[in-house]
C-alpha cells in the first residue's frame, strides 16, 4: 500500500534559535503519538537541514530539502547540490513548488532536470503542480496539471517514477485561507492517478503517494486525507506551530 506522508514545508520562516525550538517540540510530541503507518518530513530552510537531521537520527521523522540546483557542484553562487544533500542522508526534496516557478521562472523542463539530478542521488522529490486561479475559473486545471506532470515527470522510466512523490497544490488554496473542497482535491487527485495508470500501469498509479497542500490546516486535515486519493498533505503555514502540525500528522 502507498505511503501517507504528511510534509512541513518551513519555507523562509525562523530564525536559529527558534528553529532549533520547533523541531525539538515536534520530535517531542511525536515521541507521544501513534502515527500508524503515516511518516512526517520536515522540511526546514536548508541552513537548518544538519541541525534537523542530527534530532532527526533519533525521532520519528524524515528531513527534506525545499530545493536544489541540478548539478552536482560548480560554479553557481548561492544553490546547493544533491551530492551536498546526499551527505546529509536526507530523505526528500520539495520541487516545482509554485511560489519557485512564480518568483524564480522554474520551467517544467527546469524542474525535470532537478528530478533527474535528485534521483542520481536516491532523493525522493516531492514534485508540486496544481492551477493559478484564472486557470480553474477558465476550466484549464485539468490541462495545467496535465503538462506540468507530463513535462517534468513522465519521461521517467517505471523504477524511477516510483520514487516520485505528488503535491498537488492549487495556487489559489497556497497561503490564502481558502482550502479546495475535498471533492475539488480527491477529483484532481484521482485525475493525476490516472495518468499515472495510463503512463505506466494500475500497480504503479496505486503506490504512487499524492500529497494535497494549499491552507491545510488542523481543522481540515482530516476530511481531505479521508478522500480515497488523498494521501497526506504538504503543509506550510501551520507546519510552523507544533501543536497545529501535530493535529496534522495524526489526521489519518
Ligand atoms: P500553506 O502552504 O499550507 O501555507 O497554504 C502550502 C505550501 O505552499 O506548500
Not at 58 to 87: C, H, R, W
Not at 220 to 236: H, K, S, T, W, Y
Request: glycine share 8%; aromatic share 10%; proline share 3%.
Amino acid at each position: 500500500m502507498r505511503k501517507q506522508i504528511v510534509a512541513g514545508n518551513w519555507k523562509m520562516n525562523k530564525t536559529f534559535s527558534e528553529a532549533e525550538t520547533l523541531i525539538t517540540e515536534i520530535a517531542d510530541a511525536l515521541d507521544e503519538v501513534d502515527l500508524k503507518d503515516a511518516e512526517v518530513v520536515l522540511c526546514p530552510p536548508s541552513l537548518y537541514l544538519e541541525m534537523t537531521t542530527d534530532v532527526a537520527f533519533e525521532s520519528n521523522f524524515k528531513v527534506g530539502a525545499q530545493n536544489i540546483y541540478p548539478e552536482d557542484s560548480g560554479a553557481f553562487t548561492g544553490e546547493i547540490s544533491p551530492l551536498m544533500l546526499k551527505e546529509l542522508n536526507l530523505a526528500y526534496c520539495i520541487i516545482g513548488h509554485s511560489e519557485r516557478r512564480k518568483y524564480f521562472n522554474e520551467t517544467n523542463e527546469f524542474i525535470q532536470r532537478k528530478v533527474d539530478a535528485l534521483l542520481k542521488h536516491n532523493i525522493r522529490p516531492i514534485f508540486c503542480c496544481g492551477e493559478v486561479l484564472p486557470e480553474r475559473e477558465a476550466g484549464n486545471h485539468f490541462d495545467v496539471v496535465k503538462r506540468q506532470v507530463e513535462e517534468s515527470l513522465f519521461h521517467l522510466n517505471v523504477d524511477a517514477f516510483i520514487n516520485v512523490v505528488i503535491a498537488y497544490e492549487p495556487v489559489w488554496a497556497i497561503g490564502t485561507g481558502v482550502t479546495a473542497s475535498k471533492e475539488q482535491a480527491q477529483e484532481m487527485h484521482a485525475f493525476i492517478r490516472g495518468l499515472v495508470s495510463a503512463k505506466y500501469d494500475g500497480n504503479t498509479a496505486n503506490e504512487t503517494t499524492i500529497l494535497y497542500g494549499g491552507s491545510c490546516n488542523g481543522k481540515n486535515a482530516r476530511e481531505l486525507f479521508a478522500q480515497p486519493d488523498v494521501d497526506g498533505g504538504l503543509i506550510g503555514g501551520a507546519s510552523l506551530k507544533a501543536d497545529e502540525f501535530l493535529q496534522i500528522v495524526t489526521s489519518f
